[in-house]
C-alpha cells in the first residue's frame, strides 16, 4: 500500500471533474444554481466565491479509477463521476433534512440556511440531473460517446438508477431503525449495504461500465466498492459511539444520543450477554442523561459490540481488496484501487 | 368531440397500468411500501383497504394511448405510463411538503400523516423507481422490449428525466414567485411550462417512444401534451381566484390568499392599467383581509387577467388539438387523444 500518493490521486481526479461539475450546475435554472453552489462549497451564504472544503471527491475517484482499471482514458469516466458526485450531494441534501442536522462540515446545511423546502427541490434536481447526464452525456459537453456507446449508457444509467433506489431504501429503514429497537446484525447490515454501499459500488463500477469493461471486471468493482462502503461504515459506526470528539466533530457518544441503531449495538442487542436487557431498557428511554450514556456505551463494549464491529470492518475492507485480485485489471489503476481503499479505511481508524 | 367515451378510455388504460403499478409498489422496501400505497388511495391510514379515489388516471392514459397512436398496442405503453404516474405521484408528495399542504383529495397528505422526513423518502424513492422501470421493464414484469430495443428505452428513460428535470425547475420558479412581484406573462408561462406542461408532454410522447415511432409523430404528440398542460394550467389558474368553493374544493380566492402569482396575476401586473400599483400593494401586503382579497380579484379582473388567462388557455387548446392534424396518426386512438383533451378542459371551465 502507498496512501502518500491518494492526495495526487483525489487533485487527479477532481480536476477531470471540476469543468463538468461546473457544467453540470450551470445547467440548473437561476433559482437552483446558487443552492447548488452552496452546497457543493463554492459559494458561501451571502453569493461570495469561496475555496472551501469540497469533501474529499472518493466516490468520482473510484468511477474514474474503475475507467482506467479495465483500459480505458479516465476521460470515459468522468459522465460516471459527475452523475454519483450529483446523486451523493443529493442524498446528503435530503438527509440534513431528515435527520434534523443543522451542520455539514463546519458550515450550515441548506435547509438550515434557506428553508426545508428549498433542499427538497434542490435535492429533487441534482438526483434527476444526474439521471440526464448519464443518459445523454453531451449536456455537460462530453462528445466521446456515439450511436454504438447506447447499451452502455443505457447499463450506466441502470447501474445509478439501482443504487439510488438501494440507498433510498437504506435510509428509509435507518428511519425505521429509530423507532424499534428488535434489530440484529444481519438486518442492521442490510440496511448499511444500502444506504452506505449500494452508491460505492456503482461509484467503483461505473466508470468500467461505460468504458465497455468485461462482465468479470464490472461485478467484481462493484462488489469492492460495496465491501469498502460496508467496511467504512462499520468503522464509522464504531466512532460514532467511541470516537475523539476532537477527531470526529460530534458531541462524544453521538450516535446514542440520537438513537440511532448502529452495528455495535445491533450486535449488542442481539447478543447472549446478560445485560442485553439493561442495555435495551437504556436504549428505549425517551431521555437519556450522562450517566445512562455512558453506561450504554459501556454495556454495548461489554456485550461484544465494538470488537465484532471492528472484525466486521476487517472482513469487509480484505474482501473488497480480495476481489480485485481475480480478475484482470490495468496494474496501476488496480494499485491506486487499493492505496484508495487504504486511505478510505485508515483516515477513520 | 365525444367526451362520453372518456370514463371508458380512462377505465381501459388504469386496468392495463394496474397489475404493473401493483408490482411496482411491491418492488419497494417494506418501510415504504404502505407509505405508497396510502398516497396512491389503496389503504387508509390505518392500512385497511380501501376503494379510495384514486385519481382520473390522465397522464397513464395519454401515455398509453400515444403508443396506440402510432399503431402500436396498447401493451407497449404501459412501463412509461406506469413510470410517469410515479414521477407524478413524488412531485405530489413533494409539492405538498413544500407547499404545506395537509390536505389533497380530502385526505391527509402523506406529511401531515407520516412526517416531512417519511414524504421525502418516500417521493426519492418512487422518482427513482419510475427511472428503473423504464431503464428495465423486466423489474414490473414487462418482457417484450429485446435487446435491439435498447435505443428506445435510453430515449424513453432521457424524455421522463428531462420532463423530471423541468418540471422541479418549474416548481422552484414557483417558488421563487411567491417572493418577488415583478413576473409577466412569459416568465409566469415558462414556469407554467416546467411545472405542469413537461410531464404531460412526456406522458404523451412516451408511448410513441417506447412504441418506436417516427421523429414527426413523437414531436406532435409531445407538443399535444405540452400545450394541452398549459391549457389545463391556465384554467386551474383562473379557477384558483374565481372557481366556485363547492366545485373546486377550495376556499374562495384561493391563490391570492396563498400569495401565490398565476397567469392571470402576472398578465394583471404586466398590464398599462391604471390600477396596477394599486393591486401590486395588495399583493405585497404579508396580511391580506378579505375586502382587499376582494378588491384584488375585481382589480386582476379590471387589468384583464381573467379574460387574457383564458383567450391563452383556448389559444393552447386549439394548438394542442392542430398538432395531432399535421401528422400521420392511428384514427381511433388519435379521436381518443382529442376527446380526452375535451375532458381535461371541460370539467375544469
Request: net charge negative; with cysteine.
Amino acid at each position: 500500500m502507498d496512501t502518500t500518493t491518494v492526495p495526487e490521486i483525489l487533485s487527479r481526479t477532481r480536476k477531470l471533474i471540476e469543468p463538468g461539475l461546473h457544467r453540470a450546475v450551470d445547467s440548473l435554472s437561476m433559482e437552483l444554481r446558487p443552492l447548488a453552489s452552496y452546497h457543493l462549497g463554492w459559494i458561501d451564504e451571502n453569493g461570495q466565491e469561496i475555496g472551501g472544503d469540497q469533501g474529499k471527491g472518493i466516490r468520482p475517484a473510484l468511477a474514474i479509477l474503475s475507467a482506467e482499471a479495465v483500459g480505458r482514458p479516465a476521460e470515459t469516466g468522468i459522465a460516471g463521476a459527475i452523475a454519483i458526485e450529483l446523486v451523493h450531494d443529493f442524498s446528503l441534501i435530503h438527509d440534513d433534512v431528515i435527520d434534523n442536522d443543522t451542520k455539514r462540515r463546519h458550515r450550515s446545511t441548506v435547509w438550515a440556511l434557506f428553508g426545508i423546502g428549498q433542499a427538497i427541490i434542490l435535492g429533487d434536481s441534482l438526483n434527476s440531473l444526474a439521471q440526464r447526464i448519464i443518459l445523454d452525456p453531451k449536456l455537460i459537453g462530453i462528445r466521446t460517446f456515439k450511436e454504438e456507446d447506447t447499451p452502455k449508457l443505457l447499463a450506466a444509467a441502470k447501474c445509478l438508477a439501482d443504487a439510488t433506489s438501494a440507498m433510498i431504501s437504506g435510509q428509509a429503514l435507518d428511519m425505521a431503525f429509530e423507532r424499534i429497537s428488535d434489530i440484529n446484525a444481519a438486518s442492521c447490515l442490510a440496511m448499511e449495504a444500502g444506504k452506505t454501499g449500494a452508491l460505492l459500488g456503482c461509484a467503483a463500477s461505473i466508470g468500467a461500465i461505460l468504458a465497455g469493461g468485461n462482465e468479470a471486471q464490472i461485478t467484481a468493482l462493484e462488489r469492492y466498492g460495496v465491501e469498502l462502503g460496508m467496511a467504512f461504515q462499520a468503522i464509522d459506526d464504531i466512532l460514532g459511539i467511541w470516537g475523539d470528539p476532537a477527531a470526529t466533530g460530534k458531541q462524544t457518544f453521538s450516535d446514542l444520543r440520537q438513537h440511532k441503531k448502529t452495528l455495535p449495538i445491533a450486535i449488542a442487542l442481539a447478543s447472549q450477554n446478560k445485560h442485553v436487557n439493561e442495555l435495551a431498557k437504556l436504549l428505549i428511554a425517551e431521555e437519556i442523561n450522562e450517566f445512562d450514556i455512558e453506561r450504554a456505551a459501556a454495556l454495548i463494549e461489554e456485550c461484544g459490540g465494538k470488537t465484532m464491529a471492528q472484525a466486521e470492518a476487517k472482513k469487509r475492507f480484505e474482501t473488497s481488496l480480495g476481489v480485485l485480485e481475480k480478475v484482470g485489471f490495468e496494474p496501476k489503476a488496480k494499485d491506486e484501487l487499493v492505496d484508495l481503499a487504504h486511505f478510505v479505511i485508515d483516515r477513520k481508524f
